[in-house]
């Protein structure tokens, strides 16, 4: 094993009371994850690769349940930023499919992988822009706070690191394959934010 540790949110052990906040450093955590998935190789690549591919799907997901909606009403133009951002997803979920059909040492997984990351930077940049910067603006810290609670909870769902007793991400995966994963990010988020 290296001594590659992938940081990620809730390292620095701050509050998380503003959703703009956590979710940036959140975008900081994949940035991280595709690093590792690009340096390493073998087995260490796969779980870097499937820790990346649960914090997508997790990331994701928030996402869908918590900011978008408030965007499509909070702030004029929030509609339209939303649709945009979708497009962007379906197209980075798309990629991600094709990948997780690959094994990581497949010669076509790195390129496909370095599509990936180009259209999921380009994504995080985009929703940091038009999104998350109008959200901060027109929303207050009440709010802020609530919202981060419910990624806080998506996030539980998707562990950076390996449950204990866990030691492969391919075996970390069999515990929730993607679409069960999304599902229950979903329920977890709705309870958060009093609808489930």
């Given amino acids: 094993m290296s001594d590659l540790r992938t940081p990620h949110a809730g390292d620095d052990q701050a509050e998380d009371d503003d959703v703009v906040a956590l979710l940036m ?3 900081g955590d994949i940035r991280n994850l595709f690093d590792e998935v690009e340096a390493t190789k073998g087995e260490e690549r796969r779980d870097a690769f499937h820790r990346l591919m649960r914090l997508l799907a997790v990331h994701e997901t928030a996402e869908e349940e918590v900011v978008h909606p408030f965007a499509r009403k909070g702030f004029p133009g929030g509609e339209q930023v939303v649709k945009d951002r979708l497009a962007e997803e379906k197209a980075a979920k798309e990629t991600l499919a094709a990948l997780d059909e690959l094994d990581t040492d497949d010669p076509t997984f ?16 985009a929703e940091e822009r038009y999104e998350f910067t109008h ?15 419910a990624v806080k909870a998506a996030e539980a769902m998707a562990p950076t690191r390996p449950h204990p007793g866990v030691e492969s991400g391919a075996k970390n995966m069999a515990l929730g ?5 999304v599902d229950r990010t979903r329920d977890a988020v709705r309870k958060a934010m009093g609808k489930g």
């Fill in 135 to 149: 959200i901060r603006r027109s929303t207050g810290t009440t709010d802020l706070a609530a919202m981060a609670k």
């Fill in 177 to 181: 394959p993607v679409a069960a994963l």
């Fill in 25 to 27: 450093r959140q975008h």
């Fill in 110 to 125: 790195m390129p496909q992988l370095l599509k990936l990351r180009k259209d999921v930077q380009a994504h995080a940049r």
